[in-house]
């Protein structure tokens, strides 16, 4: 099975920063890297899928990148509305395993 | 526009079974496929199941599998998620989600508002 890890687990973070979350795969997933953003109390929603396909109304702030084993996500500049926990996720396997989560909060 | 609503949620107790639903509406149901995904408290997303859009082909994950069997009514736009042989561990928010394609690039573009699911004597 695949395994994903993110880091950092967590990040404080100020407005108008740059952030990036890394997310590395146990092997190989091509370019099947999604990430998604959850707010407390929240259904998690997709941000970017195919390592860089940014979804319909998502801010051009948010940026993927990465190949094969090693993906990021970028922040270019942190809004108050981007604290948030966020999650890789790959899509090469049948079982669609999850990163660990990153969560930035405020600092 | 696309609503998943869950519901079965509620506290059981080791060992026993629930049956969660999930009624799809505001688009095809029989055309995508559909996953169930899970997050226990305080903790990340777990991927729990997903099922074809005709319901051929089903795959689980490890913690799961043999207790946990997901299936579909594509005439009443509704998935399910049978547990049985419940455990502390499954004790999480339960997420119906959907997939354009299901398969390698996939992505879970929508998702329900959750169903609680404790486990507990």
């Known amino acids: 099975d695949i395994q994903m890890t993110q880091s950092p687990s967590s990040l404080s973070a100020s407005v108008g920063d740059r952030v990036t979350i890394t997310c590395r795969a146990s092997?190989?997933?091509?370019?099947?890297l999604n990430w998604y953003q959850q707010k407390p109390g929240k259904a998690p929603k997709l941000l970017i899928s195919?390592?860089?396909n940014l979804q319909s109304g998502v801010p051009s702030r948010f940026s993927g990148s990465g190949s094969g084993t090693d993906f990021s996500l970028t922040i270019s500049s942190l809004q108050p509305e981007d604290f948030a926990t966020y999650y890789c996720?790959?899509?090469?396997?049948?079982?669609?395993?999850f990163g660990p989560g990153t969560k930035v909060d405020i600092k | 526009q696309v609503q998943l609503v869950e519901s079965g949620g509620g506290v059981v107790q080791p060992g026993r079974s629930l049956r969660l639903s999930c009624t799809a509406s505001?688009?095809?149901?029989?055309?995508?496929?559909m996953h169930w995904v899970r997050q226990a408290p305080g903790k990340g997303l777990e991927w729990v199941a997903v099922?074809?859009?005709?319901?051929?082909?089903?795959?689980?994950a490890d913690s799961v599998k043999g207790r946990f069997t997901i299936s579909r009514d594509n005439s009443n736009n509704t998935l399910f998620l049978q547990t049985n042989s419940l455990r502390a561990e499954d004790t999480a928010v339960y997420y119906c989600?959907?997939?354009?394609?299901f398969g390698s690039g996939s992505y879970i573009d929508s998702w329900g508002q959750g169903t609680l699911v404790t486990v507990s004597s």
């Open positions: 099922i074809w859009s005709d319901g051929s082909k089903k795959y689980y």
């Open positions: 996720q790959e899509s090469y396997s049948t079982l669609f395993t």
């Open positions: 989600a959907r997939d354009p394609y």
């Open positions: 195919a390592v860089s």
């Open positions: 505001g688009f095809i149901f029989s055309s995508y496929a």
């Open positions: 092997q190989s997933i091509s370019a099947y």
